[in-house]
């Protein structure tokens, strides 16, 4: 029977296709394993440049769009740190207060080798200090020799454009292996003018750069892989047009290493990992004139260590402990000749440090045919604690951020949380056509570090504080308690057929009720760039009861020979116990897919249809967006076993539109003035691609 851990794993994220669990390493075929959704991407003309967007055709996922390769990913309407995600086994902190470098930003889609996603109720073996779900992304696996005698040579090319922002995207591959050692090198590069709208306005500031490059070496015998991989990204410039600044610089190097072992008793899995984030913003086009620099660095150190126990045929048990360590330096440098911004440097965050230490354990049981259980507890510390701050002075320009950093520099700063995640989960085989799983969890996040350490009062200091796009300003508070999650889900999976007759419906309804969820009391207000018909609020991280609940639908019916209709539609709404919406929650939406296969040609017709947003966080001056559908059109053509060519047009008829999950647009308020507006969504785009495999 198909363990439930995996079955969860593919429910959650809507995913239909069986996905093939991971090799065992005493067979010599280990290979790359891909994800159904990740190989329907790279099935695409053109892939995105963004990683977050791989899981764009999952029920209940969205994007908040950020810079070119930096959007955040929510879940059912939760999102950003309210997610676990991890790279090959590496938690990665966003080194910024406008989190510009989101865990997802570090991995170039064409480096993706598999990708999944959990959500809300995800086994404790997952991860923790999260309540909205579990991404976890895989790099190419490591590929061996079918045997000692020959050497196995492997090398992939992709090259794919964009004529909206005139983007391009490349990416080489290339490995050496024996059939006990493998060598692989990846470099991928990605660059992006900026966009225009259905309207062929450019949307100013959202142009950017990427390059990312890693090697990976690794071994193996009989009952054991050590796997080794390194690498570097660099971000030369990236444009944000719903946020105040722009990344100048962003450099990240990582290293870390997976061991795996089988043993009488079971498997070990150990990952022991290494990052760095040196970041820098600013400004640096003609499109968004200015002069503030501003400069962080972040480290992030850890590991993980697993053991699973077969207790009996029908049993497994799961335990494992978990370390990881972020620090954090953030510190914007005197301006030149400016009597606001100097003569001394501005410490935003100094010697921040977040220590987790984490235990769990969980059961797996099959109790018959039909009934599968999953139990599972965990545990948590997490400590953290700031350094002294300092203001750029303490002239009368910046009175309230001196005020400020003298009471921040005068109490006591460390905290600690113990927090406690409970997870349950059943799953029953009705009959061969009939899947039924119910599921509970108890889930706990801490704050971050810029929640809770954040401390300017001026209003240009804390608009620095934002990572949502909204123009607003904030301000931490030391006394924020955890959030902890309660949730309840249920999906039933209807599913007949074989072959290309093969047909699911999948329903999951869910209710998420979260004491203490990290929302907003507000403070003041003020006009953004000095725009007296714009108005922006002063916020501060403040504990508020909330729930959230919806529905997600999907399926796969084939409705002809080679023809199948695909799609799934999402519904959340999320709210304050005292009142009022929450941010960035996705409206009503559904994605429709007519997909036509026929000898190498595969062909599909698209509509995303998305709803009027009116239920906005009247707190943030959200904006409202109007209801829109976008038509999209992509073919693909196997020319050979190893070349395939695809061409295709996003937005077909040009729709002028906002994306509910763009925020303000900012860069256009400051050159063009009036009231804040949404973000312009992308304009027409066609689209090439090319892969070549070797």
Known sequence: MKSLYLTICMAAAGITHAQTEVTPVTDPKLKVIVSALGESWLQRPTGPSDAALLLSATPGYSVAQGGGVSGLPFINGLGDDRLKIRIDGMEITSACANHMNAPLSYLDPTQVGRIEVLAGVTPVSAGGDSIGGTITVKSAAPAFADNADKLRTSARITLSGRSNGEAVNGGVSAGIASDSMSFGYSAAYARGHSYEDGNGDRVLGSMYESINQSAVLAWRDQDQQLTVRAGVQHIPYQGFPNQYMDMTDNTGKFANADYLRRFGWGELEANVYWQRTDHEMGFFTPERPGTMPMVTHGRNIGYTLKATLPLSEARKLRLGQEYHTFRLEDFWPAVSGSMMMGPQTYVNVSDGQRDRIALYGETETTHNAQWTSLLGARWESVRMNAGDVQPYSTSMMNAADAAAA??????????????????????????????????AARKTRSPNLYERYAWGRGSMAMTMTNWFGDGNGYVGDIDLKPETAYTLAFTAHWHGGEGARAWFVKLNPYFNRVHDYIDVDVLGSFNPYMKMSAKGALLRFANHDARLYGANLSWGVPVAEQLKFLGNAAYTRGKRS??????????????????????????????????RKDKTDLRRLEPETGGYGLLNARTNYQLQKNLRLSAGVTNLLDKVYADPMGGVYLSGLQRQGGAFQPLPGYGRSFDVGLTLTF
């Open 578 to 611: 005292d009142g009022g919406d929450l941010y960035r929650i996705m409206p009503l939406n559904a994605l429709l897919t007519l997909e036509h296969s026929s000898g190498a040609w595969t062909n599909q017709l698209e509509a995303r249809l998305v709803a």
């Open 406 to 439: 003298q009471a921040f520099n005068a109490r006591g700063r460390q905290q600690r949380d113990s927090n406690l995640d409970l997870t349950a989960l059943a799953r029953y085989e009705a009959d061969a056509s009939t899947t039924l799983e119910l599921a």
